[in-house]
């Protein structure tokens, strides 16, 4: 539990989500024909700050996972306030694009092409911020005691340094220092530089909202996907591993079960891909390259792609759908049920397989690397990556069948969209559009938020400290 200050933290986190809506007018000086779209953003900062104000002299218990949630949910209605001012989009379609903002998802309803810079930028900054999340960002500015709670409750294991506040603040100037990279590398090979930005903030929040509706195929350009790539390996790349990379621990890094695992996954998956792709009739090197990129992508979830889907082999469809199951890193922006607890899953099996076949005698045991430091895997570790991937798998099945369901589409292509919004992936095989169903929307939001928070978070928030629970 959250002590004196919890509703004083409330009222912060409100104020600071509300800072958000006041970034995007930093594009008008550079754009001045977009003037008019300010009060879009002013009116719902302004009042939302009053009210944060207002939150922050209320005193009232709420535990560290119900903040979370709500500074989440907050967050989401928030931010879709601008896109419904728009006059675009209804209530449930600016939500749908808040929510794959903020989740880092990159599904979107919006044809990008007919949008004002200003909103452009605001989508690409919703994924950055979302990627580091609300409370990460406000751990700046609270108690070290309170932050500890707070820190773990988002989902973050591991501590980099000897305080959360330093921790924190290693993490955003890492992501700092590689938007500026992106941003850079990218204008240095012909992308404009709003452009540039806007992807460089995208693929480091594994995001994949872009300003074309080619995505990264817009560009045709090898070293553009290259840069994309790096991009999105940094993005999905655990914060702690990320740590040994900036102080140039290479070995160490590279020795990661996580990394390696990941490596493992792409070597296997490109050459099935690159083969089932055969069928569509491009040459070895074009195939190779389109499931090189694409396979990175979805199993990054980040969601930027190449090409179009819709003609794709169900095939290597599947492949696409398994690479996002299994998602990036744990403690990364990334999705899905995560490599980590995916590798500890399979060095069980292969545990338990050699358990069939060796003599009774001799002893075997399972470790799992972190990079620098390397652990002993015990029964707890795997019964936690277990549950959570059943529970995953779980929640997986029955979107599949009720967006199948509710958008008439096939079984396979009901399960690529979920499977890209449970995984806040983004990638689209074309059923997510602005002709959409409400009721297909909500199914891809409730996804895309329990693949953001992971689940047990929201069970949690529910169950955490409840009374009647604790009498059960």
Avoid at 324 to 329: L, P, T, V
Wanted: glycine share 8%; charged share 15%.
């Amino acid at each position: 539990m959250l002590h004196k200050n919890e509703m004083s933290n409330i009222g912060k986190m409100i104020i600071l989500e509300s800072c958000i809506l006041f970034v995007p007018l930093l594009v008008i000086p550079f754009f001045l024909d977009e003037v008019n779209q300010i009060w879009k953003f002013l009116l719902p900062a302004i009042l939302s700050i009053g009210f944060g104000f207002l939150i922050c002299h209320k005193k009232k218990k709420l535990s560290s996972y119900r903040l979370v949630v709500f500074s989440w949910c907050y967050g989401f209605i928030l931010a879709a306030i601008p896109f419904w001012l728009s006059g675009n989009l209804n209530p449930v379609q600016a939500l749908f694009e808040s929510v794959s903002g903020f989740t880092t998802t990159g599904l979107s309803v919006l044809n990008v092409e007919k949008l004002p810079h200003i909103y452009l930028f605001y989508r690409g900054f919703l994924q950055y911020v979302g990627g580091l999340g609300f409370v990460m960002m406000m751990l700046l500015f609270i108690q070290e005691k309170d932050a500890v709670t707070l820190y773990q409750a988002e989902g973050h294991s591991d501590k980099l340094m000897p305080t959360i506040g330093k921790t924190v603040k290693v993490i955003i100037l890492m992501y700092g220092f590689f938007l500026i990279v992106g941003t850079l590398l990218y204008s240095i090979f012909g992308m404009p530089i709003f452009d540039s930005l806007v992807h460089s903030m995208c693929a480091l929040s594994t995001g994949g909202f872009s300003n074309r509706l080619e995505s990264i195929g817009y560009y045709h350009s090898l070293p553009v996907e290259w840069i994309t790539i790096f991009l999105m390996l940094i993005g999905t790349t655990n914060f702690s591993l990320l740590l040994l990379l900036f102080r140039k621990r290479f070995k160490d890094f590279f020795k990661s079960s996580e990394i390696r695992f990941l490596f493992g996954i792409i070597l296997i998956s490109v050459p099935l891909m690159t083969l089932f792709l055969m069928q569509n009739g491009n040459t070895f090197g074009q195939n190779s390259e389109l499931a090189f990129f694409n396979a990175f992508s979805a199993l990054s979830t980040t969601g930027y792609s190449t090409c179009m889907y819709d003609q794709w082999p169900e095939t290597a469809l599947a492949i696409m759908i398994i690479l996002m199951i299994i998602g990036g890193g744990i403690g990364s922006t990334a999705g899905g049920i995560k490599l980590g607890r995916v590798c500890k899953l399979m060095k069980n099996l292969i545990w338990n397989i050699k358990k069939k076949i060796i003599p009774d005698r001799m002893v075997t045991l399972m470790y799992y690397c972190k990079g620098k430091e390397k652990e002993l895997l015990d029964k707890k570790q795997v019964e936690e990556a277990s549950t959570y991937a059943q529970t995953y798998l779980i929640f997986f099945i029955i979107g599949s069948i009720a967006l199948t369901f509710f958008s008439g589409s096939t079984l396979l292509e009901g399960s690529f969209e979920f499977a890209s919004s449970l995984g806040t992936v983004g990638l689209s095989i074309g059923i997510t559009n602005n002709n959409t169903s409400c009721i297909c929307l909500l199914i891809e939001i409730i996804g895309m938020i329990l693949g953001r928070l992971e689940i047990f978070v929201l069970i949690q928030a529910i169950y955490k400290d409840n009374s009647f629970c604790n009498t059960l």
